[in-house]
């Protein structure tokens, strides 16, 4: 495990958020409690992610706005799905944008 967290962080230190190294890390602890600790922290990135998206959906122009509220709306069912690697690629994702639109 030490090795594969030294190669990745060797790898993506540079190209991921603080949001999205802390995100990952706990996903890959999240086997030594069955991951419930991570499901409660994902549900909260969640609903922190749509939060700001939709604050920032007020502030921008009709396009941006129209293209956040799709993302804030597929986001609505994230809490029914299955922890993948999917949910887990999409979210990372949604931080980017998140983090971009917020600069």
């Not at 190209?15 to 030594?32: G, H, P, V, W």
């Amino acid at each position: 495990m030490k090795t594969f967290i030294e190669k990745f962080n060797k790898e993506y230190s540079e190209t991921l958020t603080e949001a999205q190294k802390d995100f990952l890390n706990r996903y890959i602890m999240s086997s030594k409690d069955d991951g419930v600790e991570f499901k409660m922290y994902l549900y909260g990135e969640i609903d922190r992610l749509k939060t700001t998206l939709q604050e920032k959906i007020s502030k921008a122009d009709q396009n941006t706005s129209t293209k956040l509220q799709k993302v804030v709306n597929k986001m609505t069912n994230y809490n029914e799905r299955k922890i993948n690697k999917s949910l887990i690629s999409e979210i990372m994702k949604i931080q980017s944008l998140t983090e971009e639109v917020c600069k």
